[in-house]
C-alpha cells in the first residue's frame, strides 16, 4: 500500500476506533446502570464527582412508599444521618454525602457505617457498605444499603430488659438494705447497749462472767459493724444524701481503713448534674472495680479519679498490682466484667481497660451525657486523661 492509500485511511481508522471506544464506555456504563436497577438490594452508584448516577429499583420502592421522589435528595438518601457512636471520643459526625466525598478522596473500597433515616414514623437503620468499580471512562462508586433496623430493635428490646431486671435488682438490694440498717443493725446494737449495762450488775466476785459479758458485747458491736456495711454495699444510702463524690471518697476511704490498700481519690467539675442512672453505674462500678483490686491484684495502692466534663463523666481506676492478660478475661466472661459492661450498655457509656502481667491495671469508663443534661451536642472536646 502506498502511502498516500495510507494517509486517506488512517483518518477513517481513527474515526471507527473512536466510534468503536465510545460504544464499549456507554456499553460498560450501561451495562452497570442495568444490573444496579435490577437488583434485589438497596444499591446507590456515584460518580467520581460524587453526585448521584442511579439507584436500584428495590431503593427506588422503598423511597416512593416513604414519600422520597426527589432526584437531588437522593431519594432520601441524603436524609440518613450517622449514628452516634457511644465513645466519648466524637468528632463531627459527617452527613451520608460527606461521606461519599470522603471515600472518593481517599480512594477507599472498603467502607462501613451505620446510619439512620429519623424522618419515617418509625425510625429505619441502615448499615453502608462501599465498593468500587472501574469503568472506561474512569470508577463509580457503589453503596450497598443493608435494613438492620429490626436487629437494632432487638438490641433495643434486649437493653430494655436488661435495664428492667437491673432496676428491679436495686430495688431489691435497696429494700434489704434498708431491713438490716433499720432493723437487725438496731437490734444488734440495742443487745450491745443492754449487755453493756449488765456489767455492772455482775457481783465483784464474777470476773469470769465479766469478762464473758464484755467480750459478747464486743463481738456484737462488730457484728453490728459488719452488717452496717453489708446494708451500705447492698445500696449506697450515702449517694443520696452525698451525692457521687461524696460516696466514692467515704467508700475508698471505708476500704482503706479496712483493707492493706491505700486508695486516694481525686475528683474534677463537680459539683454538677448528672443523672440518677449515671451516678448509680459509676459508683457501681467504682465499687466492682475497687473488689476486684482487693480480691485479685495484690495491690499495696489504688487510685479512683472521676471527672465531670461538658458532655461526659469520666472515671478512671488503677492500681499497681499483679495485673492480668485482658484477652483471655474477656474470653471468660468473667462475671464481674460482664456486669460492668451491662450496666454501660444502659447509659450509652464504654469501658476500655490496659493491663499486664506485673504492671498494674487501668480501667477508664467514659458515658457520654445527653444534649439535656449537657446543654450542648458537641463531643469534639472530650479525650479521656490517663489518671497519674
Given at each position: ?29 450501561l451495562f452497570l446502570e442495568r444490573v444496579v436497577v435490577a437488583c434485589a438490594a438497596n444499591v446507590a452508584v456515584f460518580d467520581e464527582a460524587g453526585a448521584l448516577l442511579y439507584v436500584s429499583a428495590a431503593w427506588r420502592k422503598f423511597a416512593r412508599r ?130 453493756e449495762h449488765l456489767v455492772p450488775q455482775i457481783p465483784g466476785d464474777c470476773n469470769d462472767l465479766t469478762d464473758t459479758v464484755r467480750q459478747l458485747s464486743a463481738k ?169
Amino acid at each position: 500500500m502506498s502511502r498516500t492509500a495510507a494517509a486517506e485511511r488512517a483518518p477513517h481508522e481513527w474515526s471507527t476506533n473512536l466510534s468503536k471506544s465510545v460504544d464499549a464506555k456507554l456499553d460498560a456504563e450501561l451495562f452497570l446502570e442495568r444490573v444496579v436497577v435490577a437488583c434485589a438490594a438497596n444499591v446507590a452508584v456515584f460518580d467520581e464527582a460524587g453526585a448521584l448516577l442511579y439507584v436500584s429499583a428495590a431503593w427506588r420502592k422503598f423511597a416512593r412508599r416513604n414519600g422520597f421522589t426527589n432526584a437531588r435528595e437522593g431519594y432520601g438518601l441524603f436524609r440518613l444521618q450517622p449514628c452516634k457512636k457511644t465513645s466519648g471520643r466524637q468528632g463531627t459526625q459527617n452527613s451520608f454525602r460527606d461521606s461519599v466525598h470522603k471515600i472518593i478522596k481517599n480512594k477507599q473500597i472498603e467502607f462501613q457505617e451505620e446510619y439512620i433515616l429519623k424522618l419515617l414514623p418509625t425510625p429505619r437503620w441502615f448499615v453502608a457498605r462501599s465498593a468500587s468499580v472501574e469503568v472506561p471512562s474512569g470508577f463509580r462508586i457503589l453503596i450497598t444499603l443493608e435494613d438492620v433496623t429490626r436487629r437494632r430493635q432487638a438490641e433495643e428490646e434486649l437493653r430494655n430488659i436488661g435495664g428492667r431486671l437491673i432496676k428491679a435488682h436495686e430495688e431489691e438490694r435497696a429494700r434489704l438494705g434498708r431491713e438490716l440498717h433499720d432493723d437487725l443493725s438496731q437490734q444488734l446494737a440495742a443487745l450491745s447497749l443492754e449487755l453493756e449495762h449488765l456489767v455492772p450488775q455482775i457481783p465483784g466476785d464474777c470476773n469470769d462472767l465479766t469478762d464473758t459479758v464484755r467480750q459478747l458485747s464486743a463481738k456484737t458491736q462488730k457484728l453490728c459493724t459488719d452488717v452496717h456495711r453489708l446494708s451500705y454495699q447492698l445500696h449506697p444510702f450515702k449517694l443520696d444524701n452525698l451525692g457521687l463524690c461524696g460516696a466514692i471518697e467515704c467508700l475508698c476511704a471505708e476500704l482503706s481503713s479496712s483493707r492493706k490498700l491505700e486508695i486516694t481519690f481525686r475528683q474534677f467539675g463537680f459539683p454538677r448534674v448528672i443523672p440518677p442512672d449515671v451516678t448509680l453505674c459509676v459508683f457501681r462500678i467504682t465499687q466492682e472495680s475497687l473488689h476486684n483490686v482487693i480480691k485479685h491484684s495484690g495491690a499495696s495502692t489504688a487510685h479512683v479519679v472521676v471527672k465531670r466534663l461538658a458532655n461526659a463523666v469520666c472515671l478512671q481506676v488503677t492500681d499497681n498490682g499483679r495485673g492480668f492478660n485482658v484477652a483471655v478475661a474477656k474470653k471468660k466472661n468473667r462475671l464481674g466484667l460482664v456486669s460492668i459492661k451491662e450496666r454501660l450498655s444502659l447509659v450509652g457509656g464504654e469501658i476500655s481497660i490496659r493491663s499486664q502481667p506485673n504492671q498494674g491495671t487501668y480501667i477508664n469508663v467514659v458515658i457520654p451525657l445527653s444534649e439535656s443534661v449537657t446543654g450542648t451536642s458537641n463531643f469534639s472536646q472530650f479525650a479521656p486523661h490517663r489518671a497519674v
